[in-house]
């Protein structure tokens, strides 16, 4: 074999390995995140089943004596039957939305009602779905987290060639209706 021919030889070769290494790299990255996308999901999914054991024990502490908020209790009942872990992670989150919406006008309803606000069962189950609503918020952010890491990862070189040979797709993030931009200042009576 003459010097050029092994020279070229051991070229290819470097290439091929380094090629190589970048496609290893590239598979365990995304795997590695995808892992973390499905562990910061089932994060999320663990409290949203919480929040829907809760809902049916506050809708039924408060029902005797809201008797005339009845829509307000059967939306929350409603959209707690809507929930379906098995749905599509947006239509979970459009469903978490309008749980989280429904079970905020639930709690404004119940400040209106003086022998609701002070029984201790109500006060204790309107703290726990307000914890919960807050995971669901701190969890969503991490799940958005991962989720934005790995779409990154798979949009980069070489990882985007490589989406198609291992079906690697952008997963959809957790996310809920937009706020407006413009609110209302809040107002401070004093005295």
């Known amino acids: 074999m003459t010097p050029g021919v092994a020279a070229a030889a051991f070229a290819v070769g470097v290439v091929l390995v380094v090629a190589m ?14 892992r973390r ?6 994060n999320i999914d663990v409290v949203l089943k919480q929040r829907w054991d809760e809902l049916p024990n506050l809708v039924a502490a408060v029902r005797g004596v809201m008797r005339f908020e009845e829509d307000v209790l059967a ?3 409603r959209l707690r039957a809507a929930y379906a872990p098995e749905a599509a992670v947006r239509d979970q989150a459009a469903t978490s939305q309008a749980t ?5 006008q639930l709690l404004a309803v119940v400040e209106r ?14 703290h726990e779905i307000e914890r919960l609503e807050n995971l669901i918020a701190d969890r969503r952010e991490l799940y958005n987290d991962q989720v934005y890491r790995l ?9 985007v060639w490589l989406a198609g040979v291992f079906g690697w797709q ?6 809920t ?15």
Do not use: C, H
């Not at 798979?154 to 990882?159: D, S």
């Open 170 to 175: 952008p997963r959809p993030s957790f996310t």
């Open 21 to 34: 290494f970048l496609v290893f790299a590239a598979y365990n990255d995304v795997v590695a995140l995808e």
């Open 100 to 104: 989280t919406s429904a079970v905020r």
């Open 113 to 126: 009602y003086p022998a609701l606000r002070s029984a201790a069962n109500v006060l204790e189950m309107q």
């Open 75 to 77: 939306n929350v009942t």
């Open 177 to 191: 209706a937009a706020e407006p931009t413009v609110r209302e200042p809040t107002k401070v009576a004093l005295g």
């Open 151 to 159: 779409n990154a990862r798979i949009g980069q070189v070489p990882a």
């Open 37 to 42: 996308a499905d562990k910061a999901w089932a």
